[in-house]
């Protein structure tokens, strides 16, 4: 009877994270049933969770630069991810978590990343890896919350990072000057246009040594739990976790409104 229960709800509040919670499939459902729900619609969700779109979206923006990237199908031949260059980062193109991501120094590990990655999908990017700090700024509204620096304790923010306790260092608000923040918070901003997000989402950044902010991605559903990164984003702006969660389902119900 859950479909029953949500269409009494005054809203739904989603919660559902990996691919059929994110990618649009669920927002549709619910779309066509009638049934309100939290978040970005249908078509935002499914351009921001498609890797290969969502560059290819954010490609014409002078506020937006991303790294070198190609997408492989499933048998087609490696030499165009060659030309990405090492290191790389292979992932699968609607994954999430970080789940089938691997980071490739030469052709022999870029094979077995491949193969991994297409354990997955059929559908797999090849990005040059970026060199600098990681970053995330969420998005609630219109307001751009304060950066986080998420600092991995030894290779990179994989899912091991993202889910081991003690795995990863996390600062809010991050120590960055005032003008990079603004910046990073203005292509976040940019990002949610271009891919059309609503409500709030969370976008993830590198900067490099000489400044340069490279866009990674934007999470259309990021995690919620009260140590997650955008409630931490939330509370260094002095929004709390309860007050964070009312703002999400107030914005929503604005959008049907």
């Known amino acids: 009877n859950v479909i029953e229960i949500c269409r009494a709800a005054d809203i739904v509040y989603m919660g559902l994270h990996g691919e059929d919670g994110e990618n649009g499939r669920m927002q549709a459902?619910?779309?066509?049933?009638?049934i309100k729900y939290t978040?970005?619609?249908y078509l935002g969700s499914a351009l921001a969770m498609h890797?290969?779109?969502?560059k290819r979206m954010i490609e014409d923006s002078s506020l937006l630069k991303a790294a070198k990237s190609v997408?492989?199908?499933?048998?087609?031949a490696i030499d165009d991810a060659e030309a990405v260059g090492f290191p790389c980062i292979v992932k699968p193109c609607c994954g999430g978590s970080s789940i089938g991501i691997e980071k490739a120094s030469d052709q022999d590990g870029l094979q077995r990343a491949l193969e991994e990655a297409f354990c997955y999908e059929d559908e797999v990017m090849v990005e040059q890896f970026i060199t600098g700090r990681e970053f995330s700024v969420g998005i609630l509204g219109d307001r751009a919350l304060p950066p986080i620096e998420i600092i991995p304790r030894g290779g990179f923010y994989d899912y091991a990072h993202k889910y081991q306790a003690g795995w990863t260092e996390e600062v809010c608000p991050a120590a960055?000057?005032?003008e990079t923040e603004k910046r990073m918070q203005e292509m976040a901003r940019e990002a949610c246009r271009l891919l059309k997000l609503e409500v709030y989402a969370r976008g993830e950044f590198i900067l490099?040594?000489?400044?340069?902010?490279?866009?990674?991605?934007?999470?259309?559903?990021?995690?919620?739990t009260p140590t997650s990164l955008l409630p931490q984003e939330a509370a260094a702006a002095g929004i709390s976790y309860e007050q964070l969660c009312e703002r999400i389902i107030e914005l929503s119900l604005?959008?049907?409104?």
């Open 71 to 76: 997408v492989l199908h499933r048998g087609e």
């Open 254 to 257: 604005k959008k049907y409104r």
């Open 39 to 41: 978040g970005t619609g």
């Open 176 to 178: 960055i000057d005032a």
């Open 208 to 224: 490099t040594e000489s400044g340069d902010i490279y866009f990674l991605e934007m999470n259309t559903l990021p995690g919620m």
């Open 29 to 34: 459902f619910f779309d066509v049933l009638g």
């Open 51 to 54: 890797k290969g779109i969502s």
